[in-house]
Every structure is written in C-alpha cells, then in structure tokens.
C-alpha cells in the first residue's frame, strides 16, 4: 500500500469519527431542552375549596320537601395556576422549584430581593391572609395589588372571592365583572358572579334571579361538563319554580356524578313538585342507597309515601330520619300527620307537641 492510498484512508476515517461524533452531540442536546420544556409547561394541578351556604328550606305542596344547599366552588390559587407569573422577571425559573416544600407559602421577602414585581408581592401577600381567613387584610393587599397593576386580573377575581367571604355580595359583583372584562373566558368567574347574583336576589324576593342564572349558563356554554354551575343553576330554577329545568340540569350532573346524593335529592324534590310521586320515591331512594344517614331524603321520600297514602313505609322512613336527626322538627310534624290518618291521636298530639318545641328554640 503506497502513501498516497494510506493518506486517503486516514482522511476518510477521521471524517466518518466526525460525522458520528455530531449526531451524538446534536441528539443528545435535543432530549435535553425537550426535557426542559416539558418541565416548564406542566401545569400543576388547581385545588378547590368548597364554600356551602346555610342550609335553605324550598317550600313544597303539604307535606314540605325539602332540597339542599346551593354549593359554590372557590378555587384555591396555588401560584402556578397564574399565566405570567409562575416565573419570577429576570430569573427565568419556577416558583415551585424556589422551595417546593414551601411552594404554596413563598418567602415575600426572598422573592422581593429576586426583583418581583410590587404587585405580585402585594397579590401574594393577600393570598397568605385570605389562607389565614383575614379576609380584610387580604382585600388591603389585592387593593395594593390592583393599584399597582390596574390590569392584574387574579387580584380582581381574589378580591371578589374576599368579599363574598364577607357577604358583601355588591362589591364581589363589581370585582367579578371587572375581571371579566379583562378575561371574558373563565367559565369559573361567571360561575362566582352568578353565585353572588343569586345572594343578591334571594335577598329581595328572588328579583334579579335571572341575571344569576344568565351567569351560570355562560359558565357552562364556557366549560359543558362545569358541575359546579349546573349544581348552583338546579338550585336557582328550583328556587323560581321552573322543575322541568330543575330536571334537565339534575339528568346532566348525574351524568357526570352519578354517586352525588345531592342531586338525586334534589331531582326526586322537583319530581314531587311536579306531583309525580313514583319517579320522586325512585330519586329518593337512590339518594339514600348513595348515603343511608341521608335524614333529608328519608324525610322526603316519606311524604312521598304519604301522599300515596302508603302509610306504613312513610312512618318507618320518618323513625329512621328521626333516629339519625332526633331534633329535625319538620320529621315529628309528619309523623304526627302519619299518626293522625293511622287513627293514633295520642301519638300524633306528642308528635306535634315536639315540633312544636323544637320550633321554638
């Protein structure tokens, strides 16, 4: 082998080393900002919080039905759940990854030496409060927050959820839409405004009702699958007397939820309104098959079997409500109507007597 073939050979090989050696760098620097990016556009997860009203009592032909409570859902803003400000300006890192153990509990103070802006400072100090249930010192901050940054909308919606805290029905209103002319898009807004609304309206009659349920149907055109919205919404039409749409919103939650209780209460409850006492009993006795110490729904499905002159199932349904709920004044008085038709006068007079008393206390 002369020189000259030698020489070749060598050239050849150092360029397939090269080649072989670039494909291994370009695909490994690949894999790797694949892994950052993912690392950065994951989502962490929203929690919810629950916020339940006292308990409102529906009127019903005699004997009453009773339903349950609206229910609103407020969500808890841990802080990546915000678009733009789960970096903190010029650092370009995750808040999760500053602290994760203290991830929803961020030091302000480091994240003011970090260069923060002012208003996230102030927004994230209201969430401390808000946390804490000092709901005015986290309406002081949010206020600092928006005045710094007019446009902040998470401080508008948090503001709002403070005030409904409060039960200062206007002022959320007046938060809620601000946040929605900013964002017209958040299913979740439109559901608080509404809840809000229908405080309002309950307040004065039921007038004003529609706007609430405006607010909860734009919720769900929003997000079609919205439980929260459709919960409150039922219970609004129940409210104003519409059960055909007490109904409808009930078959969609079930749906959804098939082991919610609630709601199976609740659409036995417009069934009976509707003086359909067999499909109200089949409503009743799934919510009771769901959650045996359901008092409500034995309470319930009794008048249903009253009014069918069923007489015998209505008294034992009314001793289990009374056996899981001894003070449930509305139970002795049925009961005592129960007693009455059966022809035990002695036993109805005691039965009215303890409604009686416990309506007085």
């Known amino acids: 082998m002369n020189r000259r073939t030698l020489f070749l050979i060598t050239i050849i090989l150092a360029v397939l080393i090269i080649t072989a050696l670039c494909i291994i760098i370009f695909k490994c620097d690949k894999k790797e900002t694949q892994t950052q990016v993912e690392q950065i556009e994951e989502p962490a997860a929203v929690e919810e919080e629950t916020i339940i009203e006292e308990q409102a009592e529906v009127s019903a032909p005699e004997p009453e039905i009773k339903t349950e409570p609206r229910v609103s859902y407020q969500v808890s803003r841990p802080l990546s759940s915000l678009s733009g400000l789960n970096k903190i300006r010029g650092m370009g890192v995750l808040v999760s990854e500053i602290d994760p153990l203290n991830y929803e509990n961020p030091d302000l103070d480091i994240l003011k030496q970090m260069g923060a802006e002012p208003s996230l400072i102030s ?55 601000r946040a929605i002319r900013l964002d017209g898009t958040k299913a979740e807004v439109y559901n608080y405004r509404g809840f809000a609304r229908a405080e309002m309206a309950a307040r004065n009659n039921n007038i004003g009702m529609a706007l609430a349920i405006e607010d909860y149907s734009r919720a769900i055109s ?120 059966m022809g035990n006068i002695e036993k109805a007079e005691a039965d009215f007597a303890s409604a009686q008393k416990l309506n007085k206390k």
């Open 123 to 177: 927004y994230l100090a209201g969430e401390q409060f808000y946390r804490k249930g000092d709901y005015d010192k986290a309406i002081s901050e949010y206020t600092a927050a928006i005045n710094r940054n007019n446009e902040f909308l998470q401080s508008y919606i948090s503001r709002g959820n403070a005030w409904m805290k409060k039960k200062e029905y206007n002022r959320a209103i007046d938060d809620y839409t």
């Open 222 to 341: 929003i997000n079609k699958n919205y439980v929260d919205a459709l919960i409150n919404r039922s219970h609004v039409y129940y409210q104003t007397g519409d059960f055909t749409r007490v109904i409808d919103d009930c078959d969609r939650i079930i749906a959804l939820e098939p082991s919610n209780a609630v709601i199976r209460n609740r659409r036995g409850s417009a069934w009976y309104a509707k003086e359909n006492d067999d499909k109200a009993i089949i409503d009743f006795t799934e919510a009771i098959r769901l959650k045996s110490d359901y008092a409500i729904a034995w309470y319930n499905r009794a008048n249903a079997w009253y009014n069918k002159r069923e007489l015998e199932k209505a008294l034992a349904d009314l001793n289990r409500c009374l056996t899981i709920n001894p003070s449930f004044a509305d139970a002795y008085l049925s009961r005592g109507k129960v007693y009455q038709l």
